[in-house]
Structure formats: C-alpha cells, structure tokens
C-alpha cells in the first residue's frame, strides 16, 4: 500500500521524507499487531478513571514504534501516550519531535468494536510537520505532510464546506472524565448544538479517526474536551492539508497541550461550535 497515489498526488521529497516514510511502515507494522489481537483475551487496566483503558498491546504498540524511531533518529525527542501515563513529561520544544499514540481507541480494542487507529504525528520547531493514522481494522491509512495535501490510500482529502450549523454533522468523543459535572456539561453542550439545529452528533470512539472524517468530508466539525496532544497532532495536519481548521474551543489559535479542540471544514462552521461551547477543564498536558 502507498502513502499517497495517482489522484492528484504531492511528488514525494521534503527534508522530513525519510521520518515520514519510517512513520507509515511502523503505522502498518502496528496495524498487524493491533488487528490479531483484536479478537484475543486483553489484560485491562485504567488510568485516569475507570473509563481510561489500557492493555499490554498499547504498550508493545508503543514500545515497538518509540525503540524503531530512537535507533533511527536518536536526537530527536518523543511524546507518547503510555510513556506520559507513567510520568514522562510532554514538553513540544524546538527539537524534531514524534508524537504517538499506540492504540487511539483503546475502549473500542477492548471491547473489539472495529474503530481503532495508530497516530504518528511529527513537529519541528513546534510546528506540525506530517501526521500518519492508520485504521488498522479497515486498512486506511491516512496522511498529511504541510504544504504537499492530505490522502486516504492514494485518494485526495477534501474537507466539507459546510458553514450553516442547522445542515451541519457533527462528531465529538466523551473524554475519560465521569463526575456528575463534567457529565452535565458534556450533555449540555451537545444540546446546545442539537438545538442550534445539527443534523446530528456523532461519538465513533476515536478522536483521531472521528478527525479523519472531518477531513474526508464526511462530516463536518468536531469538538472535544478532555483529549491529548496524541489524540490530536497527526489529525491536525491532515485536516489542515484537507483544507480545514483546526482552533481552541475558546475561537483563538489552536494550542495542542490544552486538551481542547475545535476542528471544521470551514472557519465559519468552527467559530460557531466554539461560540455555542462551555468549557470543561482538563488541565494542560505539558503541566501533569
Ligand atoms: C481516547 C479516545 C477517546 C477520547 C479520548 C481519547 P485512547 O484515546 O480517542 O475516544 O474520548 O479523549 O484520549 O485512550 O483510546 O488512546
């Protein structure tokens, strides 16, 4: 399988093309690994609350992806999920930078409902370079490189360009957070869009495949609270790549440590959703 194809494809290059290419044959090396184990026996535990799962897969994935990349690239820096659940610190500085997610969907794998992705974003000087998810059960690959276009296998991405909210779809993902408050404005923010008069709101189980279907144009926004730079970095250069935006929930520029994101097809459709939004408060992830 290619990373991009003949409709439309970017010509292959850029000074981060051998990065990018280690980052798409570790997202299918991943995929296998995730795909056979689907359907086995997982030993479960969680981490933040009963709802933040995490199997001995997620940490093979991750220590199979980090170990490849440290002994190709060893100066340069990595942020990982399972790596930051045991304390490491996620700190986006200048240095080329991997930012991974193992098993986004961690809660479908368990439960071996189909939806789960490997994310592999890459910054440089704090700025998102390429991103690679890979659908590991449906063997989409999804990519975005800044400046060469976004692809499905080989396809072009092309966001929607909805801007009316009333003829709008919608995803959004609960977050890890249960308490009654957090719950209530969870519900009530997406009452509020309901009101507002969205066709409807998706919750698919995976922030980044739900972002890569705002980039294929198969819906139109997406709003969370509650995710990670992982659940985030790959996804935000796809969907700017697809022509989307990506942006803070309170309308300014996007801040990929603050655990909040809107992300539409057009300007218009995600300042509505961020105007229309109560903040929930989950902490930043460079301050854990
Ligand atoms: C989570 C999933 C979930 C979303 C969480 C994410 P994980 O990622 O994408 O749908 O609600 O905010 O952190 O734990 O499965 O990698």
């Known amino acids: 399988m290619k990373a991009s194809g003949e409709d439309g494809e970017a010509p292959a290059g850029g000074p981060w093309e051998e990065c990018f ?36 897969t997620d940490h093979v994935v ?45 809660c479908n794998f368990v439960h071996r409902f189909p939806t789960v992705a490997v994310s592999i974003g890459f910054a440089v000087n704090q700025e998102l370079e390429f991103g690679v998810i890979y659908h590991c059960t449906e063997e989409r690959l999804y990519t975005g490189r800044r400046g060469q276009g976004a692809f499905c296998n080989g396809q072009r991405l092309r966001v929607s360009g ?62 969370q609270f509650g995710l990670h730079c992982w659940d985030l970095a790959a996804a935000t250069v796809i969907i700017r790549e697809a022509g989307g935006v990506v942006m803070d929930t309170s309308g300014g520029p996007l801040d990929l440590m603050s655990c909040r994101v809107v992300a539409a097809g057009t300007r218009e459709m995600a300042v509505l ?13 460079d301050e854990r």
């Open 162 to 223: 909805e801007t009316d909210l009333s003829k709008a779809l919608l995803l959004t993902e609960i977050g890890p957070k249960r308490d009654p408050a957090t719950l209530k404005l969870f519900l009530s923010n997406m009452e509020r869009l309901l009101h507002a008069g969205a066709h409807g709101v998706r919750v698919i189980g995976s922030s980044t495949l739900a972002l890569c279907h705002l980039a294929a144009g198969t819906a139109d926004a997406y709003y």
């Open 62 to 106: 991750e220590a199979l992806i980090l170990q490849e990349l440290q002994t190709r690239f060893p100066s340069h820096r990595f942020i990982a999920e399972e790596a930051a659940a045991a304390g490491a610190k996620c700190v986006l500085t200048p240095s080329p930078t991997w930012i991974v997610d193992p098993i986004d969907g961690t």
């Open 273 to 285: 959703i961020a105007q229309a939004l109560q903040t929930i408060n989950y902490g930043r992830d």
């Open 21 to 56: 290419e280690a980052a798409v044959q570790l997202a299918f090396r991943a995929g296998q690994i995730i795909r056979k184990a689907l359907s086995e026996e997982k030993r479960v535990s969680t981490k933040t609350s009963a709802a933040d799962l995490v199997t001995e």
